[in-house]
């Protein structure tokens, strides 16, 4: 299995219902496909597409890891600074940050920090190395 990321920007779901944001996002998810998704969903939306993720878990699809990286969740003392992180907010509302959408299938821990997001992956063999593993063990078994 490849890993692909997708990434989708603000623009393309700007003026989608949130109905619509959800479920594009989930298809891609299901897809096998983590989505880096240029700003974030609103909380709302977030929580639907977690209910509507828990709706539709079966055994092709175990469910989705979800992370959101905001610059303004980093604490700071500088009236300067929160004034200029407040004005890009009004500026520019969901656009800010960065939202991760993976399959629990492909995704296997989010570590968060305020500045960064740390994203661990489930071990596979590349197909290529799978098969040379299938043909070791089967020259194995016929040593034996």
């Given amino acids: 299995m490849t890993l692909t990321l997708q990434f989708v920007p603000y623009s393309e779901i700007e003026h989608v219902s949130s109905i619509g944001r959800i479920k594009k996002l989930l298809a891609l998810a299901k897809q096998h496909k983590i989505v880096l998704l240029e700003g974030r969903l609103r909380k709302e939306e977030e929580i639907e597409l977690i209910k509507t993720t828990m709706e539709e878990i079966n055994k092709e699809f175990r469910g989705i890891e979800l992370a959101v990286i905001y610059p303004g969740n980093t604490v700071t003392h500088d009236l300067l ?6 004005m890009i907010s009004v500026l520019l509302g969901d656009r800010v940050g960065v939202t991760i959408i993976g399959p629990a ?13 740390q994203l661990f992956t489930h071990h ?15 020259l194995q078994g016929k040593r034996r």
Avoid: E, F, M, Y
Wanted: hydrophobic residues 35%.
């Fill in 105 to 117: 299938s492909v995704v296997r821990k989010v570590k968060r920090d305020p500045d960064k997001i």
């Fill in 81 to 86: 600074q929160k004034l200029k992180v407040n």
């Fill in 124 to 138: 596979t063999l590349p197909s290529a190395g799978r098969r040379l593993a299938t043909l070791a063990n089967r």
